[in-house]
């Protein structure tokens, strides 16, 4: 068995992984992320122990503990070199689980490990070619060829989020304008309703948040739109026109044989795929698109915590 | 010692290539694409048999016959699925020469050749992650990792030129709409400078080409734009912004070490790689951008000629 923990901005997560790729128990803690790395490191060991511990499991039984962080690995898998969810900057997670837990241990990109783990035991088992997308508060990425994580030459690769849609398009946090997260990554999305709702805007969005702007989501938006909402209607169409091109044109770049697509804006609207594939099939060229399966992920909110108990540099 | 052959839209090139990738001697033929596969197959193998005998050297000294062809190729190198330079769909080229000469040979992308040319013996020697961008009349793409060219799923993979660069821009000869070809490919740049000057249009760039508009290239509407020429500066700082925005895009995704542009808009200019540098640096993520090496391709016309008488599937 083996341990994966999933770190993720306000909450993090620790599984017990059997070699079916099956969450056994998992265990979760909310942190703060102004409390500081030494604080935050010791929570995590702790969460750890109570894990195994609540499930009298010994720790000798675990083959390995993975962690997926958002953000940056060093090329050692030892220390996260950037977590924009914490604001850590190279701290050396590895080793310090390791010293702790005396467990052989790992550090990988989030959004890598749940490609893999969608890879080994989800949505896209034993598929050749793997483009994840992972559609959340923003969009990241994962390539799988031939069973292993790419990568690229500084653990920096895969930032799908990161490619240009428009060069002129809006400003995308990461400073360069038109990214694909700007245009499809749930922040950016909401914000498009949201803004005109706090000036004054009143259509059927209003009414399915009940008033209440903390509940907007991308499932109000693609409902709205359904249902009429001029706001909704332009922000929702805009937002699929340009993920469907934007998986067209990753599909034209890497010819996957599988895009699985996971996140909260996948997993909280309803036709998303469905409403895709027209756009998709409609740009992309016809000998990539050739048996290309466009597909739901299926591990859910396990798939970084499964992916990073088993993947491998 | 190795054969390379190099098949264009107008003319094919076979060059004897030696083991350190040099090539050794080279003869050309020009073909109409009219004429059909049976008659310009049997053009090239005469071709073969030509450069052979003009230079005294025999069949059987040659351990392969590598092909390059624009268009794709079937996963087991044989067929050239389709090719646009030539019209040829699924056509056994690999199988047909082989017969004929009795030598191993291989049919590949001729953007993949010419990327795993510049890899194993170019501007992009040992780089572990490769990416090739090769700006002709379109732009064609290759990727190598860990020595390997990156091929996808059903061998159709790295057309870079139909990543997306604005989903509502420019049409693209693919059927898509805004592809990076689009922008940046030397038929469309031209094809931008060009409809004014038929329609009326007289600046620096009128005199640049001594009013003879059949030579107008990327070079002229470079020089156009320092000399100040409107219609040209328009066009460039377009050209160049977009090029930036797409390297930027892909150093994200793929976050290579190397990449090495090509490809006749890329020679026949003077500044471009130093004029998108800024661009790509501004756009990049820091992490990718870090120790990313931009260079012009070595290799020039012999690039596809040498990394077909190399690569490997």
Redesign the interface.
Known sequence: MRIGIDIGGTKIVAGIVDNSGKVVVRKKIFVRRHKGYPIVRDAIIQLVRDVLSENTIHIESMDRIGVASAG?IDKEFKKI??SPNLGWHNVPLRDDIEAALKVHSFVDNDVNAATYGEWRFGAARGA??VLGVFIGTGIG?GII?HGKV???????????G??????F?YPCN?G?T?CFEAYCGGTYIIERVKKPIESGYRGKIWELINGDMATLNAGHIESGAALGDELCETVWTEVL??LG??L???T??????IIVLGGGVVYGTRHLIEDVKPILK????A??L???KLVKAKLREDAAIIGAAFVEP
Chains 1, 2 share one sequence.
Do not use: W
């Not at 790419?150 to 799908?160: C, D, H, M, P, S």
């Not at 034209?252 to 044989?257: D, H, I, K, Q, S």
């Not at 409609?282 to 060229?285: D, I, Q, S």
């Open positions: 940056q070199i950037f050749d070619n990425g060829i790419y990568r690229g030459f500084q653990n920096a690769g895969a930032e799908i990161h490619t240009t849609l428009n060069p398009g990461c360069n038109g026109e340009y091109a934007g067209a044109s990753m034209n770049l890497l010819n996957p044989e409609k740009r992309a060229m000998a990539s050739k048996n290309l």
